[in-house]
């Protein structure tokens, strides 16, 4: 059964850091690119950051670039989410995504997700 997992989230005050973490089984983690979603009230989900399958190679919305780091431990089927000077605007509840493509095939499971709150 395949799922991943979402886990770390709650309350920080701005300014303040924290780190989810995605669990993943039931497939090849190694082989899946991760990618972290937020989704707000009232608004679209958006792409925050991914990661590579080796993670050789990382990207992020401008909206975290330079507060946010995306990692993953292969070992522990497990990707990170480093969030540092968090602010009102982040926000969110947060969802990872694990996808691959095998042409003409595209793998794709999401997580249920974990909220944020940044509030003073």
């Known amino acids: 059964q395949v799922q991943l997992v979402e886990s770390g989230g709650g309350l920080v005050q701005p300014g303040g850091s924290l780190r989810v973490s995605c669990a993943a089984s039931?497939?090849?983690?190694?082989?899946?690119?991760i990618s972290w979603y937020r989704q707000a009230p009232g608004k679209e989900r958006e792409l925050v950051a991914v990661?590579?399958?080796?993670?050789?190679?990382?990207n992020y919305g401008d909206y975290v670039k330079g507060r946010f780091t995306i990692s993953r431990d292969n070992a522990k089927n497990t990707v990170y989410l480093q969030m540092n000077n968090l602010k009102p605007e982040d926000t969110a509840v947060y969802y990872c995504?694990?996808?691959?493509?095998?042409?003409?095939?595209?793998?794709?499971?999401w997580g249920q997700g974990t909220p944020v709150t940044v509030s003073s």
């Open positions: 990661i590579t399958s080796n993670g050789g190679s990382t």
């Open positions: 995504k694990g996808q691959r493509t095998s042409w003409p095939k595209m793998y794709e499971y």
């Open positions: 039931g497939f090849i983690f190694s082989s899946y690119a």
